[in-house]
């Protein structure tokens, strides 16, 4: 129903920055709420930021990243972006976007990840 592409990942210096993006497609997109989660090694997946799909303007986001992490929606390009400033090391993960109906939070979907390691 809902089809995600993440990318943008690499590596980057503390204090660097990097842009995640991902491309959705899907009937039910209109419905979601697309959002991005991390997991490190030998830990759990975590919430990072998440859009409301059908106004771009409904956002939320972990407290961890606030003022450092902006996601952001291209409706044309039917993608999603997470704006990554002020990177730490302990923001190194692999990065994965999800799409979740609104109203229910049913999960439809995950993307395949991408990798972010933050070193000097």
């Known amino acids: 129903q809902v089809q995600l592409e993440e990318s943008g990942g690499g590596q980057v210096q503390p204090g660097g920055s990097l842009t995640l993006s991902c491309k959705a497609s899907g009937s039910r997109l209109g419905d979601c709420d697309l959002g991005w989660y991390r997991q490190a090694p030998g830990k759990e997946r975590e919430f990072v930021a998440s859009i409301k799909w059908s106004d771009g303007r409904t ?26 400033d002020s990177l730490k090391p302990e923001d190194t993960a692999v990065y994965y976007c999800n799409a979740r109906i609104s109203s229910t939070l049913v999960l439809l979907s995950w993307g395949q990840g991408t990798q972010v390691t933050v070193s000097t």
């Open 59 to 84: 956002t939320s986001y972990a407290d961890s990243v606030k003022g450092r992490f902006t996601i952001s929606r291209d409706n044309a390009k039917n993608t999603v972006y997470l704006q990554m």
